[in-house]
């Protein structure tokens, strides 16, 4: 089937969330950084022109951004979520089939409109900045790695307006050729350079590439990538993206941490939160691995990781946090800094599909209802329940310095007008 | 003030099934409930489009005649498009705003509602953006 596919993708979404809420912030220099205000992850077109690449580390250009007033905000992931769940539901008006990709990007199915694609897409874009206040652009293709192209250059060309066409399009050809084929969906740098040598170094030069031989060089990814810039799709729409196998939940301390009690705290809190994201998706686990590491910038370093299984697949939080804090045991070492920790847990089922075990200790159903109990405390949020080995204090937490308000999700923290 | 009908607020979140749902013969539909009436939902009366609906917080008396006070919370909806006479929050030299908006051929000007303030003609070149349009005020007694 010939499916006309959509890639509707939020312009510098961090920032653009700020600016919603923030006017003043409009025309102006603003960067977002990572968490613990380590580097920049979202930034302004002025920032942009300005040459300051995507990931620097902020105290790498702390003069520029003194220099050039860069308003600097820390990553308020809260805000940045319900945005993304803003954003999504009005995209949901103008098609059923919907794959959301990222937390800023969505692919639409567009088969079957009989509006112009090119005006279909300036609706899409003109109706998401009225109803969210955010700007997104629309790149609309055969195949999903073409429509990444074309979003690409609808926010670069100022000739597009934030909309590019590139349906049995006349201008796909030009439109690859100024690509550079790093920039291609699932092309790294690693493959790329590999490419550069073989003198291919544009979208379109890929496109023309012997099946043959990217067969030999990348196998039948690459040949996919090859042939979705031929406008033959090999990646359909994932509207039902296959359950998650696995989950993680890892900070970055706020500073360093030694003790273990310390990190024990830490490791709590997101056994703890892990337990809670398990029980949202319905879900349960049998595998869990608690790891800790230093900077990779400090001389003494030390990564370690501890795995173990669950008798019985679990969302049981007391029971995580016993087995993540019996794991941190083993893999802690005395004196040294550790800069993070995580808690993943694998081997993931629905938890109305767990197996039984005869030796099974724990009441099953007794812990299911606290659980439900505490969830719905915690769902309330005026003073959540805790479990007391997350600590109260939290010294450890992460550093947010520069935090805007949760504008929308915090009865105290609401946009502010006269 | 007269009240003419008043009608019973849902009161049950966490309401188990209704009860004549359990003396039903399995597979055979219960005769109540095609008289099962809807519950009032705050939410879905005063939220039509929740995408684009926002709360704002009040600061401020410049709009005491239209009943919006101090403090109080605003329902905002940014898919409406602004019609003379609206509340609306407008963006004015960056900064949000609460006022009456009156179109009027090409002239949009921003009133407020308290003698004390001036109303303030958006011109031309001002930066100047409607943000959302006030559907509702919550205000505490």
Redesign the interface.
Known sequence: MNEVLALVDCNNFYVSCERVFNPTLENKPVVVLSNNDGCIVSRSNEVKAMGIPMGKAAFEIRDVIQKHHIETYSSNYTLYADMSKRVMQSLFQFTPDIEIYSIDEAFLDLSGIHTPYHEYGQIIRNTVRKWTGIPVSVGIARTKTLTKIANKLAKTSPKANGVLDLVDSPYIEEALRRIAVVDVWGVGYRIARTLNKAGIFTALDLSGADIGWVKKKFGVEGVRTVYELRGISCYPLEQNPPSKKSLAVSRMFGRPVETIEELSEAVAAYASRAGEKLREGKLSSGLLTVFITTSRFVEKQYFNSYTTEFPVQTNDSMEIIREALCALKKIYRKGYEYKKAGVLLNNLVLENKVQGNLFDSVDRDRSKRLMNAIDAINCRGICPVRWAAEGIEKPWHTRFKHLSPKYTTQWDQLPRVS | MKIETIYKPDLSTLRELPYFEAKVPAGFPSPAADYEENQLDLNTHLIK????T???????D?MIGAGIHDGD??IVD??IDPKDKNVV?A?ID?????KRIRIRRQKITLEAENINYASKEVREEA?F?V?GVVTNVIHSL
């Open positions: 489009n929740p995408a684009a926002f709360f704002v917080r009040v600061s401020g410049s919370l605003l940014r898919a929050i963006v960056g900064e949000l705003t609460v930066d953006q943000w």
